[in-house]
């Protein structure tokens, strides 16, 4: 997991910008993440499956679109 493998190379003396690299990833994620509880982590990916997208309420008529127009 990666909350875990931030904070055991943090433990062991890398910086945030190295942490970053070692698992290409944003170095502003590595702050939020070492920022996190365990329990606020597990809140923060529970929340990413539950998001709604801004354009979720236009969905149907989206694909009704494609559909009619599949070359656009």
């Known amino acids: ?18 942490i970053a690299k070692q698992l290409k990833i944003s170095r502003n ?3 939020d993440y070492l920022s996190m509880t365990p329990d606020e ?5 529970g929340s990413l499956q539950h998001r709604t ?7 149907h008529e989206i694909l ?3 559909k009619a127009y599949p070359d656009a």
Do not use: C
């Open 29 to 31: 994620r590595v702050i």
């Open 53 to 59: 997208k801004k354009l979720d309420p236009y969905q």
């Open 41 to 45: 982590f597990a809140d923060f990916i």
């Open 1 to 18: 997991m990666i909350y875990q493998e931030i904070h055991r190379l943090k433990n062991i003396g890398f910086s945030n910008s190295k």
């Open 64 to 66: 009704t679109w494609l």
